[in-house]
Structure formats: C-alpha cells, structure tokens
C-alpha cells in the first residue's frame, strides 16, 4: 500500500485541547494515536525516541529534524502550513519605536549562541524587517479565512 492510499484510510476524529501542550503530553502518554502540532515542543520528544515525526507542514525540512520529510516529499504540496512567530506592538506605535524594537530583536536572534539554541529547539529564526511581516500576516489571514469559508468551518 502507497504512502497517499495510507493518507486517504486514516479514519480520525478531532480532540480538542487547550493547547499545544496539552495534546502533546496527551500524544506522549498513550492518551492520543497522533498529533497535529508545532515543531519546538515535540523536538526533543523525537530526538529521544518518545515520538515519531511522520511529515512536517513547513514548505521544507526543518533543521532540527532533517530526516523528517515535508507533506510536499511525500507527494501531498497542498498540505503546507509553516508556523511562524512575531513580535506585535499596539496599532499606532511610530515607526521609529518599531523600527528599533525591530533592530533589537534581529541583533539578539542572529547572535550565534541565540540562533544555536533556538535550531536545537526547533526555531528558524529569520529577523524580517516590519513590512515584510505584516505583508507574510497579510497572506497568511487571506489563506486560513478561505480554508475556514471552504471547509463551513463554524465557532461553536
């Protein structure tokens, strides 16, 4: 049997938790078969042999988990979801505030020691500067608000 024939039998249903923690420590104690979730927190529990990585979302393999592949390296690309983090101030900062916030960050996750443990964690830190993160936010809203419409997914 194919990998994508596997995919098409899973037979899930959706648990919910409050939060990623939860699901995991779930996933870890034999609660859960599977989890869904992000990277940093379950690296470790790889590492030592405590969970087994099937496929990442990201569009390509994480640096902490090379040998694990990407959904798009086992045939499915339209499964792609990276998780990414940032840093939001209150609407109305001037720009000079986040421009220097913005410098600060950037000089701290591109030390060396910071940008090490932060892979060894699961985290690509990238550093970009304000408009190009608001732009990825931007692309990312548009995407999962048409995911939630196509799939009549509703609060409640």
Excluded: C
């Excluded at 979801?81 to 000079?96: K, S």
């Excluded at 608000?145 to 196509?150: E, I, L, P």
Aim: no cysteine.
């Amino acid at each position: 049997m194919d990998r994508q024939t596997t995919y098409e039998l899973l037979d899930l249903v959706h648990v919910p938790f409050n939060g990623g923690g939860p699901a995991l420590a779930a996933t870890l104690g034999g609660h859960t078969p599977i989890s869904f979730g992000a990277l940093p927190p379950a690296v470790q529990h790889v590492k030592d042999g405590k969970l087994r990585a099937l496929a990442i979302t990201s569009s390509r393999r994480a640096a902490a988990l090379p040998e694990v592949p990407t959904m798009a390296d086992d045939g499915h690309a339209e499964v792609a979801a990276d998780i990414w983090q940032a840093v939001l101030v209150p609407a109305g900062t001037p720009p000079e505030i986040v421009g220097q916030l913005n410098r600060a960050i950037v000089d701290v996750i591109t030390q060396p020691r910071v940008k090490q443990r932060m892979a060894a964690l699961g985290y690509e830190p990238i550093g970009t500067p304000p408009a190009e993160s608001e732009a990825e936010m931007r692309r990312e809203l548009a995407k999962w608000s048409k995911v939630v419409r196509d799939a009549a997914i509703k609060l409640g």
